[in-house]
């Protein structure tokens, strides 16, 4: 049984520059939802995505955008990459309506 | 605004000795509060409390709730440096709406020498 998987495992892109960030969930799971951890920093809630519908979004610019799909797999967008945008993004996944949110590996996102 | 502190923010122990990390929080409509360690990447999950008082124990981790004072202390005995990691605390909380999130604590880094 495959847990949370992300893709891709790091990337480097550069200042204004767009990049989509992969998800897939762990089986059985339908609600996915995607943080950002900027370094020493605990994860920041950028939104959740459950029945392919933003359904809460946390203090993030609309430069960060999200799409879930029909397999429940969820893409992260970020537009317009400004050097603070740098940080490891989890995507977790859980069962609507229980507490347990499991983790992906994270993508490591650099921006020069 | 919802807030979650850890404190320490580091720790250095050696081998043997016991540790208490403390994460203590102020939100609205909570549901529950969640303890996950995190070597490398990927959080990975120890513990879920949503009744004060009901201490949970995994081996040498153990985690108490307790919902008046709003806090929550792991506690690690017998540290080992495998327990090297930082440590993670997070509180779910519930929308009127039904949807739910986690905040996050900045985190204990726990370093364990040998």
């Known amino acids: 049984d495959a847990g949370v998987t992300q893709s891709p495992t790091h990337l480097i892109k550069t200042r204004g520059q767009q990049v989509t960030l992969r998800c897939s969930p762990k089986?059985?799971?339908?609600?996915v939802s995607w943080y950002q951890q900027a370094l020493g920093q605990g994860p920041q809630f950028i939104f959740q995505?459950?029945?392919?519908?933003?359904?809460q979004r946390g203090n993030f610019p609309d430069r960060f955008s999200g799409h879930q799909f029909p397999n429940y797999s969820s893409e992260l967008n970020v537009n317009a990459l400004l050097l603070g945008d740098s940080a490891l993004y989890l995507c977790?996944?859980?069962?609507?309506?229980?507490?347990?949110?499991?983790f992906g590996p994270g993508t490591r996102l650099t921006v020069t | 605004e919802d807030k979650v502190v850890q404190s320490p923010l580091s720790l250095v122990v050696h081998e043997g000795d016991t540790v208490t990390l403390n994460c203590s929080y102020e939100v609205t409509n909570f549901r529950s509060l969640l303890w996950y360690k995190q070597e490398k990447k990927a959080p990975t999950f120890l513990f879920m409390l949503?009744?004060?008082?009901i201490e949970k124990k995994s081996g040498r981790l153990s985690s108490i709730l307790d919902k008046k004072e709003l806090f929550s202390i792991l506690n690690i005995t017998a540290t080992q440096t495998g327990d090297s990691a930082v440590y993670l605390c997070a509180v779910e909380v519930i929308s009127t709406s039904g949807t739910y999130k986690y905040i996050f604590g900045t985190g204990t880094r726990l370093k364990v020498l040998a």
């Open positions: 089986s059985g799971h339908d609600t």
């Open positions: 949503t009744s004060s008082g």
């Open positions: 977790a996944s859980s069962t609507r309506g229980l507490n347990e949110q499991y």
């Open positions: 995505y459950y029945e392919e519908e933003e359904r």
